[in-house]
T-cell receptor
């Protein structure tokens, strides 16, 4: 199972773009990459998912290089409410379902 | 649509007791997975159920068990509780099996005294 490594914490200011990189050197062919956001005392919430290249939705972009050994979550123009823990998740797909490995997460602090 | 519901939200047990936690997934979701979250270990995968069958299991001792019913509701049980079992237990239902989006509940916070 692919293990993930992320920075423990990051600071930013309102209005800035934030990029959080996740390393997953042992990612397997069938693995997909998903990012979740978690606020205190709540369950994680889906942000974005991708397999390769670039994916964009209304809240974030996900960049995945060709070797897929890392991925970068990009949050444009963050606000105070984006202060949370962000998890990079590598999911193993197999015919018998999935296992999900969460990394330690990145604590993002957005300052005014 | 209604989200994932977990009960109870909070509970306190003593060492040696057992506990059962319940999870009702989003209607139509057949996969339910369980996670343990602690400050020291982060979010750890416990097991995943699909159509009443356990498909995958994480690295937890046999004291941790689960099951899923025909209506996709799931329960997890921890027997012979230890202090280290104090944690937030989260369940999630999956949309778009297998490479889809996990919808998490608010969790059940277990304190073992």
């Amino acid at each position: 199972l692919a293990k993930t490594t992320q920075p423990i914490s990051m600071d930013s200011y309102e209005g800035q773009e934030v990029n959080i990189t996740c390393s997953h050197n042992n990612i397997a062919t069938n693995d997909y990459i998903t990012w979740y956001q978690q606020f205190p005392s709540q369950g994680p919430r889906f942000i974005i998912q991708g397999y390769k290249t670039k994916v964009t939705n209304e809240v974030a972009s996900l960049f995945i290089p060709a070797d897929r050994k890392s991925s970068t979550l990009s949050l444009p123009r963050v606000s105070l409410s984006d202060t949370a823990v962000y998890y990079c998740l590598v999911g193993e797909i197999n015919t018998g379902g999935f296992k999900t490995i969460f990394g330690a997460g990145t604590r993002l602090f957005v300052k005014a | 649509k209604a989200g994932v519901t977990q009960t109870p939200r909070y509970l306190i047990k003593t060492r040696g007791q057992q506990v059962t936690l319940s999870c009702s997934p989003i209607s139509g979701h057949r996969s339910v997975s369980w996670y343990q979250q602690t400050p020291g270990q982060g979010l750890q995968f416990l097991f995943e159920y699909f159509s009443e069958t356990q498909r995958n299991k994480g690295n937890f001792p046999g004291r941790f068990s689960g099951r899923q019913f025909s209506n996709s509701r799931s329960e997890m049980n921890v027997s012979t509780l230890e202090l280290g079992d104090s944690a937030l237990y989260l369940c999630a239902s999956l949309e778009g099996d297998p490479a889809g989006e996990l919808f998490f509940g608010e969790g059940s916070r277990l304190t073992v005294l």
